[in-house]
Each structure stands twice: as C-alpha cells, then as structure tokens.
C-alpha cells in the first residue's frame, strides 16, 4: 500500500505555511485540450506554461483562495528568474 506523507505547518487564522518549491510540485491543474474533447490530463504547476496560468485566473473566478494565490505567486516567481 502506498502512502503519502505531507508537511506543513497551519498558523492559528487558519492559513498553511509551506515552501513554494513544495506548492509547485503538489497543485496540480486538469486539462482536456485546446478543444475540450482529450482525455484529462493532470499538470503541475511547475509544468504549466505561464499563458496557461494567466487563463486559469482569468476563467476561474471561484477558484479556492489558496491555489489563486499559489498560482500568483508562481507567476512572480517565474518574472524574477
């Protein structure tokens, strides 16, 4: 049986401290295609092209708080390399 271990840290408002570098290998997006009608296909976020992020914030309007931010931050992350 396998089992995943996951390590973070859940401040007293309620808010989950973990590494960026962790958050962009767990967030995980799904994706059918251009045209909708592939197969879905889960992508990390590491992985996602930053147009792909950008559409993702735009369409998603009631995405949870915490992956927008995630997805926020991963685009400045990539603006500083």
Known sequence: MKSLIYNAIRIPDGYLL??????????????????GKQPLKWV??????SSDIAAYLCIQPNMKHDHRISMENEITYRETL
């Open 18 to 35: 973990e590494s960026h570098d962790k958050v962009r290998e767990v967030l995980k997006c799904g994706n059918r295609g251009k045209d």
């Open 44 to 49: 990390a976020l590491k992985d996602m092209l």
